[in-house]
């Protein structure tokens, strides 16, 4: 089913590129985006194509709440990494907040996810797909570089991409490093970087890492994203290939990526 876009569009904004990516192709097609945003990285680019920028922690539901209202938004797009370690600082949530996540049974990305979406949806504002702006950035099957896998690495991606998916569906984590056959690291609260660096320190080098989308993945948020910074962290660390799944994964600044995964040795596929 197709919706209708508002001119104003809302954006919850985590760290990194893509909530900026949003921002610009979102302005580029017409629309005013005014942007609350999580994190510190990404202010000053968020600001040179969001209309406003209100700085909130996490926690502080009752000002998102009010922004929200006051600016009389009703779609809103949530893009970007917000680290769960938020959760262990419980003293900079409000009140609200607070009321929110003991309503949890369990603190996993999926539960919390939704419960924010369904306030949200309470006060008739439509969470909307996190591709809809950025549908460009969305990875076909195939290799994306010069590298072309090997039969070892194949193996390993066909396990990885099993094993991620097995994570998927208990919530864990989208990606996972393999080596020989062998799981070296599944992703749990620590993030895809540093589950490459874990895991790429126990293969020594080789290692091929592959990141998934969860079973019933859920559009309106954690759409699995790769940049840069995935593949720097992998050649730090001496991994040689990276798959992510196709047309359910986003990379961010394609080009860049592709280009330092062909001057680096790495291997980068869509299966």
């Not at 985006?33 to 539901?61: F, M, R, T, W």
């Not at 938020?86 to 409000?94: A, E, R, S």
Request: with cysteine.
């Amino acid at each position: 089913m197709s919706i209708e876009l508002e001119h104003k569009q809302g954006l919850i904004a985590g760290d990194g590129t893509l909530p900026v990516k949003m921002a610009q192709y979102a302005k580029e097609n017409g629309f005013e985006v005014v942007c609350i945003s999580l994190a510190k990285d990404n202010v000053s680019q968020l600001k040179k194509y969001c209309s406003k920028v209100y700085s909130c922690h996490p926690g502080e539901i009752n000002r998102i709440e009010k922004i929200i209202k006051d600016e009389e938004l009703k779609q809103m797009t949530f893009l970007g990494k917000v680290h769960k370690r938020v959760l262990l600082q419980l003293h900079k949530f409000d009140s609200r907040a607070i009321e929110i996540l003991k309503s949890v049974k369990r603190l996993n990305d999926d539960e919390v996810m939704l419960l924010i979406v369904n306030e949200f949806e309470k006060n008739n504002i439509t969470v909307l797909d996190q591709t809809i702006f950025i549908k460009n950035l969305m990875i076909p099957a195939g290799v994306l570089g010069k590298h072309k896998p090997t039969e070892a690495q194949m193996e390993d991606v066909n396990y990885g991409f099993w094993l991620a998916k097995e994570m998927g569906k208990v919530d864990v984590g989208q990606s996972v490093v393999i080596k020989d056959k062998m799981a070296m690291a599944v992703e749990a609260i620590e993030g895809t970087d540093n589950c490459i660096k874990r895991g790429a320190k126990f293969a020594h080098k080789g290692a091929s890492v592959v990141k998934v989308a969860k079973p019933k993945q859920d559009k309106r948020f954690d759409i699995p994203t790769v940049g840069l910074k995935t593949l720097k962290t992998m050649k730090r660390y001496k991994a040689s290939l990276l798959a992510v799944e196709a047309n359910e994964t986003i990379i961010v600044d394609q080009e860049k990526v592709i280009k330092y995964a062909d001057d680096n040795n790495i291997v980068l596929m869509a299966v």
